[in-house]
């Protein structure tokens, strides 16, 4: 892993970042095949017949950003039309199933891990062009599936608490350094500290795939640094034979949730606040910390340019040595390419539109500064500058890196994981239960 973290850094030395399933089995290997002699088109150029592609961006908070980059590429390629699908309130899931039945397939998808597992076989062989073969080679694993490169990473994402770093020195009087957080006692004693001024200490996001998925990617992560054991932890749960009653790392996990609920700005209505008021809360310098990933990082400054913002680790302990208490997430989702339903020259038209996003000048300008992307590809000549970005490349040379170990779960389980964190945050249910929903919902989407 260090070998491939020099590389990337060689890549973005004075980086930056931000930006978060029913299966189909049919194959498209006919539909691949009959695409081979169209996949490099990037001398096309804006000539040829209009073609109109669809992009399905599963990450709401960056649709603006993403539709500003298509606008870029079609000025060089007025041939070109490329229209946005929004989640409208659905998971992936539900969204790619309903879009494949009715025949409207998005000619480009954003995945992640257990979205890719179930819709792979409707996903184009892309190994051999130019884009995808720029990926560095540790993060190309998760996009295969028989040898066959069926997805390219999208970006470097962190996953964390955000912090206001204006906020907490305003209230504090001091300095603040993220690495003085050594421990959840540190943390607490700082929660502490900020309540008693004006300041609200934390917000709390209460949509499902936050608290179903990237917290609990925490949760999994800090089970162990050896992979071999997450991955243990993972099968033992998928049999039922996992008792998170008894974990230390659960409770840990979520003693320092607790916290959290305790400190929350809206903790008498926490289901009420709207992910839309909690970015301009954060931006208009009111809260202090926010559980969230930098992918929320260009909404910030688009609100407030002077934004001081930062992603540290989400505590899991008292004992400074307790692993997550100094790695945050490190996660990436995919895009994918529709083999199934899309056109010959529509396929074309999406691979021209990521060889010019990943090898043109145009293109990696509008991936870094639009996209506010942390390249995962070599050979980008463009560098992010970004102060989140430049952390999470800080954590990933230090190691200071938790896997995202949602990408693992059963397709759909992480929406009934947040349910259940909706509950327990309304304080509709107890520790314990959680504890059993967890249990139960792991052997249940299991079994799908």
């Known amino acids: 892993m260090k070998k491939a973290i020099s590389f990337l850094l060689a890549g973005v030395m004075a980086a930056s970042l931000t930006a978060c399933s029913g299966s189909v089995k049919e194959t498209a290997s006919a539909k691949q ?28 908070e960056i649709v603006p950003q993403f539709e500003e980059t ?41 995945v992640g891990g257990p979205e890719f597992t179930s819709f792979k076989d409707n996903f184009l062989d892309i190994t051999d062009t130019d884009f995808a073969k720029k990926v560095y080679s540790w993060a190309q694993d998760k996009t295969k599936s028989d040898g066959k490169v069926l997805a390219v990473p999208t970006t470097a994402e962190g996953i964390g608490i955000m912090y206001n770093k204006k906020v907490i020195e305003a209230a504090t009087g001091k300095e603040f350094d993220p690495a003085s957080i050594k421990s959840r006692k540190d943390f607490a004693q700082l929660l502490e500290e900020i309540s008693k001024t004006e300041y609200a200490p934390v917000q709390i996001t209460n949509k499902d795939w936050l608290l179903g998925s990237h917290l609990t990617s925490v949760l999994y992560g800090a089970v162990s640094k ?27 996990w979520m003693d320092t949730f607790d916290l959290l609920m305790k400190y929350n700005k809206y903790a008498k209505s ?48 008292d004992d400074e040595a307790a692993v997550g208490n100094k790695e945050i997430v490190l996660s990436y989702s995919m ?8 056109k010959p020259e529509q396929q074309a038209a999406a691979i021209d539109f990521f060889n010019w996003l990943v090898t043109s000048k145009d293109g990696q ?22 102060p989140v970005a430049k952390q999470i490349v800080s954590y990933m040379e230090q190691g200071n890196t938790l896997e995202r170990m949602s990408d693992y779960f059963p397709a759909g389980v992480m929406n009934q994981f947040g349910a259940t964190m909706q509950q327990y945050l309304d304080g509709k249910i107890t520790r ?16 799908k």
Request: with cysteine; glycine share 4%.
């Open 335 to 342: 895009f994918a390419i529709d083999a199934k339903q899309s």
């Open 33 to 60: 095949e009959d695409t081979k002699a169209a996949e490099q088109t990037s001398e096309s150029k804006g000539s040829g017949e209009k073609v109109e592609i669809s992009f399905l961006v599963t990450k709401p």
């Open 365 to 386: 300008d509008s991936y870094v500064n639009t996209l506010m992307f942390v390249p995962i590809f070599e050979g980008f000549e463009i560098q992010p500058t970004n």
């Open 226 to 252: 050896d992979f071999d054991e997450r991955q243990a932890v993972i099968e033992a749960c998928r049999k039922g034979e996992y008792s998170f009653a008894d974990s230390q790392v659960f409770n840990n």
């Open 270 to 317: 926490p289901l009420a606040n709207a992910y839309e008021d909690d970015q301009l809360t954060m931006a208009s310098d009111e809260v202090a910390f926010w559980p969230i990933g930098n992918y929320i990082y260009p909404n910030i400054v688009d609100i407030n340019p002077d934004a001081q913002v930062g992603l540290m680790p989400y505590p899991m302990g």
């Open 432 to 447: 314990a239960d959680v504890a059993n929903q967890f249990k139960d919902k792991w052997v249940e989407f299991s079994k």
């Open 70 to 110: 298509f606008k870029r590429y079609t000025e060089s390629h007025p041939n070109v039309t490329i229209t946005a699908i929004p989640l409208s309130g659905q998971t992936i899931y539900e969204k790619l199933t309903s879009l494949y039945a009715s025949g409207n397939a998005p000619t480009i998808t954003m």
